[in-house]
């Protein structure tokens, strides 16, 4: 008689997972996941075995099975949780975050883990709460009071964002991001600044330290706050080099990207739409003025602003079954040509339309989805695309001055940068006359100085009506989870056009390569 031990059979996999053997653990996850008691953690390894081969079909299937699984202990609810995230199913992980289980787990770790997990997803104002809770039950850690101050700020108090911060730098003083987000709270005046501290921590750290790049960027932004621009270009070419070294760019591979998206036509862009809240687009370069436009769009009485998804790149992957980062490649554009755009037109919608609210449009304001545009067009006939577009020079030097997280690997040299400017120009080129009508170009210029006015022609090509007092961004709630978060509470205005003019000179380089392709 054969006797099923689950325990034994459970370090046997784990066993056979740490040698490298997925096929005898696969084996071992999958009779575990018939006992009642192991579902959800069978499930879970599975899911991060089908993860890591590439299957992401498989992969997605079984974090959704260990979502449904019987499970009570916090610690394997939050590992569901961060899986969940990693396979784009978020609208199921934020379902279990926020289950009783969860919300009452009395362990910091779990609490400060889910709270973390919310954060990177942007679900800012939700995964506050944990954090808050983490700090009550005993955590104390760097990390823990920088994600405080972060969901402070994207919830519009700077005070509190400030002394988490702060509380972050005083037990981690090199703390980059924590050094780069004071910096970025407020504008530098001569009475209140952080400029001989951050000095001293680059002094301290060195150019080679992780976190050298953000200590340069929160240097650059206090002394171009306080118009020593001399220094400030220095601190930012410094802080350039420096974080250009920790990426991977590669210019030639983007070019055979974009030359593959240039094949994408506008053939089966007519079908019948689904019924439902209708997404739109809002895309262009980052730092464009794409936060904004979503920002005065969320004014208007039939438009939910959803923020930056990630479900489009998610879903393709899925029709694809091919597991990888969330932008375009070439075996994912090849994989793509045999994706019915129906099916994923209805798998993006299916994980997106919940964001509306019971409203008959969302946005998607992921600038990024212009690589997407065509496939996102064919897929969904019933989409609308807004296509910032700012002077070249302003909106070069807007990344070149913006350290991202972990993406635009081009933003930290002034040819690079110029490079995939005119490669994003082409494309978009291409999408205008691939789907004529589709897409209407929103100068940000005439955004931030006629702003009643552009907001009119946008509901309007939204089949909207006007919406008095859209515009009016200043008065509006709800967290802002982006690089523009201080920004987006003040009114609208025209400070940053032409800002690249305090650069003139150093900024030559990339001037000449806009200008001479």
């Known amino acids: 008689m054969d006797r099923f031990d ?10 056979h997972r740490a040698r490298g053997d997925d096929a005898q ?7 575990l996941a018939t006992h009642p008691e192991w579902v959800a953690p069978a499930r879970l390894r599975l899911g991060h075995l089908a993860l890591a081969q590439g299957r992401l079909r498989d992969a997605v299937a079984e974090a959704l099975a260990a979502r449904a699984a019987d499970e009570s202990d916090p610690v394997v609810l939050e590992a569901i949780v961060e899986l969940l995230c990693q396979v784009g199913e978020l609208e199921a992980a934020l379902s279990l975050a926020q289950s009783p289980a969860l919300r009452g787990a009395p362990d910091p770790a779990v609490q400060q883990g889910l709270g973390q997990r919310l954060s990177e997803q942007s679900f800012a104002a939700e995964a506050r709460p944990f954090l808050q809770r983490a700090r009550a039950l005993g955590a104390d850690s760097p990390t823990l009071h920088y994600q405080l101050g972060l969901t402070a700020l994207y919830a519009g108090e700077p005070d509190a964002a400030e002394a988490g911060f702060e509380a972050c730098l005083a037990r981690q003083p090199l703390h980059g991001a924590a050094h780069r987000q004071l910096a970025k709270l407020r504008t530098a005046t001569p009475a209140k600044n952080h400029v001989e501290r951050l000095r001293a921590a680059i002094a301290r750290a060195g150019d080679t330290h992780p976190d050298a790049p953000p200590l340069y960027y929160a240097l650059f932004k206090e002394l171009d706050d306080l118009g020593d621009t001399s220094a400030a270009w220095a601190a930012l070419e410094a802080g350039m080099r420096a974080r250009r070294r920790q990426v991977q760019y590669d210019p030639a591979a983007e070019q055979a990207v974009f030359d593959q998206l240039m094949r994408v036509d506008g053939q089966g862009a007519n079908r019948q739409a689904e019924p439902g809240p209708a997404p739109v687009f809002i895309l262009g370069q980052p730092r464009s003025g794409t936060t904004l436009l979503e920002r005065i769009l969320g004014g208007a009485p039939g438009v939910a602003d959803a923020g930056e998804l990630r479900d489009f790149g998610f879903q393709l992957r899925w029709c694809a079954d091919l597991a990888g ?3 375009p490649d070439l075996a994912l ?4 040509e045999r994706v019915d755009p129906a099916e994923l037109g209805r798998r993006y919608l299916s994980h997106t339309q919940w964001r509306a609210g019971g409203k008959p449009l969302y946005t998607d304001k992921l600038p990024a989805n212009f690589l997407w545009l065509g496939h996102i067009a064919r897929a969904l006939p019933q989409a609308k695309f807004l296509h910032l577009v700012r002077d070249p020079m302003d909106v070069c030097f807007s990344n070149l001055k913006e350290l991202f997280a972990g993406a635009y690997p081009h933003s930290y040299d002034q040819a690079e940068m110029a490079g995939h400017f005119r490669r994003y120009q082409a494309l978009m080129a291409h999408w205008h006359a691939a789907f004529p009508g589709r897409i209407l170009d929103v100068p940000y210029d005439a955004l931030v100085t006629r702003t009643d006015a552009v907001a009119a022609e946008v509901l309007a090509f939204l089949g909207l009506p006007p919406a008095p007092g859209v515009a009016d961004i200043a008065r509006r709630t709800g967290a802002v989870a982006t690089a523009s978060a201080v920004q987006l509470r003040e009114p609208v205005h025209a400070r940053f056009l032409g800002q690249w003019r305090r650069y003139e000179t150093p900024l030559q380089p990339l001037q000449r390569a806009l200008e001479n392709p």
């Open 6 to 15: 689950p325990l034994a059979t459970w370090q046997a996999a784990e066993q």
């Open 25 to 31: 653990a696969r084996a071992a996850y999958e009779r």
């Open 325 to 327: 980062p969330p932008g």
């Open 333 to 336: 554009l090849a994989a793509a």
